[in-house]
């Protein structure tokens, strides 16, 4: 709270008016008291208090600034959150559009945001992707919950799922299950077994109990998905000709938020049921190539939390 004067606006005449708004004003902004206990507190009544508090804002001898860090746009963050009714969304500003420092940023909010909503009695579940290694190497503090990995493995060991729950854990301390097994695999057979396996039935059986997902969104045009990666050129062409445009956890969705079932029994990871059973799921993707394969992710209503970054807010918008 600042008393200083507002240019362009009219100081109220009386300097006893402005020295009894200016302890209204601390009493309530400062203090935490209410307009009723102001009143009380004072001899005026609730109404004359909330005047005093309204002018004071008018007039400048009260300004509220709201200080979010640099790398966040309120703007466009408010108006991605109305547009799509989320609970939540966080629009990052990256310094440029590089990949690289587009999943930096991500990372940093998505570990902010972490750090201050997890608690010892949430149930943590994580994906793979670039975006969701950047939130793990950004982690410093974390409640000490149990984690649970969502997905098989595929792509790059750096950022996989198992090394992900690794750095998530070291942090927070907290009992991880892990899946040591590929994402997709050729038979629904083996899929069946893998699932039944004691040393990774842990972790699918514990999908039930989690409270907080962090999932990244792979993009299939143009690829950039470890889903994609870990198929053949054959299976491929037949899921882009059935309109798939992206994946979310172990689900495929087509460009109207639609599931496309063609390869549920073939993949170890978390279907898009359980994902909306969840009570937060926090989508950190981010990337303009990436924005119609978001689009289709916040379409399939299972997004609780956005994170993004301005480039992708703003084609969103449009």
Known sequence: MSTSKRRGNPRPSSLDEQLLMADVARRHFWGGRTRVEIADELGLSRFKVGRLLETAISTGLVRIEINLPESVDSDLSLRLKERFGLDRALVTAPKNESPEETRDALGRAAAALLSDLVTEDDVLGVTSGRTIDATARHLTRL???????LTGMSGNLNDNPVEVLRRVAEVSG??????????????????TALR???????????????????????????????FYDGISATERAELLAGDVIADIGGALIDSRGRV?????????????????????????????????????????????????DNTVARRLLR
Request: aromatic residues 4%.
């Open 143 to 149: 409640a000490g919950c149990e984690i649970i990995q």
């Open 260 to 308: 496309v079932h063609d390869f549920d029994d073939r993949t170890l990871g978390i279907s898009l049921d359980e994902l909306a059973a969840i009570d937060q799921v926090i989508i950190v993707a981010g990337g303009e190539r990436k924005a119609p394969a978001i689009r289709a992710t916040l379409e399939a209503g299972v997004v609780g939390t956005l994170i993004t």
């Open 196 to 226: 039944s396996d004691p040393r990774l039935s842990s972790a699918f059986g514990r999908f039930a109990a989690v409270t907080i997902a962090v999932v990244a969104v792979g993009c299939w045009h143009p690829p950039d998905s470890r």
């Open 174 to 191: 907290g009992q991880a299950h892990s899946i040591y097994a590929p994402l997709t695999v050729a038979t629904a057979e083996a899929a």
